[in-house]
T-cell receptor, first 112, second 115 residues
């Protein structure tokens, strides 16, 4: 069964203090690793999709990378508005299914 | 208007009552999903549908049922609500083919409390 583990569960940073969030996964034949951002009381918002080891995607202060066993979401010089829960998900392998299995998320707090 | 609309946004109901959560979308996506989110447990899949005639159980379907009334509408029902169904419920849609790289589009959620 596919499993997605995110660490740390919570991370508190000072504004401008760069760091990384981790998403490790076990899946038989990855068909996409997805990153989402979720603000309190709202639905998750899509950030990135990564498909193969070595792939990188960037958006503003965020950069996602992928290896064969894990993905990192690097946050460079974060601002308070980057505070949110970040979710990682993998696409279920096999057939034409398109289902995502989510990790429990990392709650990021950026203090001014 | 939102691409994926969930109603109601908040609901308090009593144990044993039947309740329906509704989801409609304007994305034109064939694939629709219902997830619940609980603190410490993350998002878990309840049911999903790849077209009007296709309904599939997710990992936690017991106590729930769904109806896909049209391509744009996917409803979740709790036949007899119980307190451990208190959670935040999300509907999501997804495109097919190459556009699947853009992932799900989520609704804003329904916060359900069963007392």
């Amino acid at each position: 069964e596919d499993q997605v583990t995110q660490s740390p569960e919570a991370l508190r940073l000072q504004e401008g203090e760069s760091s990384s969030l981790n998403c490790s996964y076990t899946v038989s034949g990855l068909r996409g690793l997805f990153w989402y951002r979720q603000d309190p009381g709202k639905g998750p918002e899509f950030l990135f999709t990564l498909y193969s080891a070595g792939e990188e995607k960037e958006k503003e202060r965020l950069k996602a990378t992928l290896t064969k066993k894990e993905s990192f979401l690097h946050i460079t010089a974060p601002k308070p508005e980057d505070s949110a829960t970040y979710l990682c998900a993998v696409r279920q392998s096999g057939g034409s299914n398109y289902k995502l299995t989510f990790g429990k998320g990392t709650l990021l707090t950026v203090n001014p | 208007d939102a691409d994926v609309t969930q109603t109601p946004r908040n609901r308090i109901t009593k144990t044993g009552k039947r309740i329906m959560l509704e989801c409609s979308q304007t994305k034109g996506h064939d694939r629709m999903y219902w997830y619940r989110q609980d603190p410490g447990l993350g998002l878990r899949l309840i049911y999903y549908s790849f077209d009007v005639k296709d309904i599939n159980k997710g990992e936690i379907s017991d106590g729930y049922s769904v109806s896909r009334q049209a391509q744009a509408k996917f409803s979740l029902s709790l036949e007899s609500a119980i307190p451990n169904q208190t959670a935040l419920y999300f509907c999501a849609t997804a495109p097919g083919g190459e556009l699947s790289a853009y992932g799900y589009t989520f609704g804003s959620g329904t916060r359900l409390t069963v007392v």
